[in-house]
């Protein structure tokens, strides 16, 4: 069976007009005698208005309830999307994650999939229909609604298209993805095509056209992704696996200013309690790759990373672990840092790529809080307000 699954996210659904002209391509798709899956993002901002709407009950929600709350919003646009389409005479039906069974295993909100039986979507792709499915959302072995957190639709996407082993489009409100965001520079290169690495570590770097874990399972599972617009019908780009001609190239500039550094100070240097302490930010859900650990005394150590301001739920969970671990340690949320990250293959076997870097900071008097550096990535974190001295002068010199 000729499948594809096709994701559209929240600006593309943002309204009922948009869900009618998307509502008019999925249909010429479809004319293409292709069986459509379509995953769909709630409308607009709707998920932060949701999130907004619990605070206003409670200072920290209960995560189960918080759940069933949040997975109404692309139960919504599931739902009206498909009424559209047979309205227009295209034979749809909506199926909500435990209907489409996406099964989930985890902690509630930061959920992931666990496994997805395939048996009813191609019941209905054999009927004929196209089958919405509202992502980010699925169901554990309680019973329980979960959903999957930030960029849950990219997860749901993917992870369909890896189980019915085909490839998937994901369209959205960029054309493609660009060497530097054309929000801060409009003049940045459009990728025809690029590696699954370097995505990879463009999305950790904070780009947020897609989410990182989504990449992740394309990887694991050989999915083709064609990421484009949902308005026009210009060449996209397409995420894979990618020869290299070069062993070593810059592909992109990714800068995230909707970051907090996390400082967590006068931590006692304790082997076992700073070892306890470190699993259990993994375990809430904390990428300690980027985690830096620094002396201050032979009694004390700091601890820094970074956390994404969108990442709702995370920063209060690693507070409350903070005070019920290492209570005598001082919290402090630096919200005026931000992440510029360069990406590229071999990036970091070039010592005159950090020679370069440098350079810029230092010629622009810019300090640098903290560097992270990993296979296909450095990063740097610095003060927001340093973010127009440099931008130019790292486009110019990389060719970006």
Known sequence: ????????????????????????????????????????????????????????VSNIPDKRELDVLLSTGEQQTASLLSMVLKELGCDSISLMGYQAKIYTEGEHTRSTIKDIDKSSILRYLKQGKVVIVPGFQGIDNKGDITTLGRGGSDITAVALAGRLNCKCEIYTDVEGIYSVDPRIFPNGKKIEYIDYNEMLSLSASGTKVLDKRAIKLAKQYNVPIYLAS???????????????????KITGLSIDENCILINILNVANDEYKIINFLNALIHIGTDINIVNISNISSKAVNVSFICSKDDYGLIDSIEGLI??????????????????????????????????????????????????????????IINKTDKNKFISDIIEEFNL
């Open 1 to 56: 069976m000729d499948v594809v699954v096709q994701k559209y996210g929240g600006s593309s659904v943002e309204n009922i007009e948009r869900i009618k002209y998307i509502a008019k391509r999925i249909i010429a798709k479809k004319q293409e005698k292709k069986n459509l899956v379509v995953v769909v993002s709630a409308m607009g901002n709707t998920t932060n208005k949701l999130v907004c709407l619990s605070k206003e």
């Open 230 to 248: 949902s308005f026009t019908d210009k060449k996209g780009t397409f995420i894979g696996e990618v020869s290299k001609v070069e062993e070593s």
């Open 323 to 380: 005070y019920s671990e290492i209570n005598s340690a001082e919290f402090v949320k630096d919200e005026d840092s931000m992440k510029i990250t360069l990406i590229g293959t071999g990036i970091n076997q070039v010592t005159d790529y950090h020679s370069r870097i440098l350079k810029i900071f230092f010629n622009n008097n810019i300090s640098i809080k903290q560097m992270i550096n990993t296979e296909f990535s450095i990063s740097y």
